[in-house]
């Protein structure tokens, strides 16, 4: 089984789109997504990933929802949590692509996160039951604003927070909140005030851009006891959830001034991102034999 996996979504027209008689160029058949050119009948161009989702229409017989969509990328990835190993989603995307959409979702049409969440309680539940098992959570909520980090679950903090790097332990950011959770209603309400923390605000292509990448991060802590060798065994995984804010182009988006800087700053740091998924999977394959810089 492969360490990374890799999905792409196609979502619906926004009213832009649909004031401006858009045409869709894209097709998907199981995992394979198609582009046709938009203008004349070049052969179009076919790539295989290991999910293609459908959303453009909804009426449609492979339409993908929220719930296919977790149940597909998350529940895997919380399996593997409570296997102990750490996991990381993320959504990546040009602005108004609906990243934060998959994520995060509506009320109504809840996302990755609050049904990772969901499920992450209900599995607990069912663990505590056993009377040799202890489960811990702990929550912590950044964003990463114009390369500074802001702690989202202590909004009136306006310090940026640093970040370091243990010798063991590896990065990590220093006087970072981080909140013990028992249920979901817990992990819930931290997430909503910390949403409402994050920094948006409005372009050309997008009425609610983020202007920030959000990093979501779940450390659960397992403990079991062995009545045969009287010991205990302990297991901690991390669980990152990141909505990445969308890479744009200044005339598309018509930004100036604040918003100019906001886009230039979340190109930079998405291109950073960029080559270092690249030059690991260059290790992964033997390509290449070198330290990545993170």
């Known amino acids: 089984m492969s ?11 926004n009213q832009r789109e649909l004031d401006h008689d858009s045409k869709c160029i894209m097709r ?7 582009i046709s050119h938009p203008t004349n009948e070049k052969q179009p161009k076919s790539f295989t990933f290991d999910y293609s989702f459908w959303s453009q229409t909804a009426d449609d017989d492979n339409y993908a929802s929220q719930e296919q969509v977790y149940s597909d990328i998350g529940k895997e990835m919380l399996e593997h949590a409570f296997e102990g ?23 109504e049409e809840p996302g990755i996160i609050p049904r990772f969440c969901e499920d992450l309680f209900g599995r607990i539940s069912e663990a505590r039951k056993k009377k040799n098992a202890q489960i811990t959570v702990e929550v912590s909520y950044i964003e990463i604003y114009c390369e500074r980090v802001r702690d989202l679950l202590s909004p009136k ?31 819930a309400n931290l997430i909503d005030s910390g949403n409402k923390a994050r920094t948006v605000a409005a372009t050309n292509m997008n009425e609610q851009s983020s202007r920030s990448h959000a990093i ?19 297991k901690v995984s991390k ?56």
Request: some cysteine; glycine content about 8%; hydrophobic content about 35%.
């Open 239 to 294: 669980m990152r959830l990141v909505d990445l804010a969308g890479s744009e182009r200044a005339d598309a988006t018509g930004a100036t001034g604040t918003r100019l800087k906001e886009g230039a700053n979340i190109n930079k740091s998405l291109t950073t991102l960029g080559k270092v998924i690249s030059a690991l999977a260059e290790m992964s394959a033997g390509k290449i034999n070198k330290e990545v810089s993170f």
């Open 28 to 34: 998907m058949e199981g995992p394979t997504t198609t």
């Open 157 to 187: 903090n306006k310090n940026n927070l640093r970040v370091r790097e243990h010798p063991q332990l590896g990065p990590y950011v220093e006087d970072l909140t981080k909140e013990v959770v028992n249920s979901n209603e817990d992990i």
């Open 3 to 13: 360490s990374v996996k890799v999905a792409v979504r196609v979502r619906p027209f």
């Open 216 to 234: 979501f991060t779940i450390v659960l802590t397992q403990q079991h006891f062995d009545n045969d060798t009287k010991l205990t065994a302990e």
């Open 85 to 107: 190993y750490n996991v990381c989603i993320f959504a990546y995307g040009q602005t108004g692509a609906g990243k934060s959409f998959t994520m995060m979702g509506k009320p």
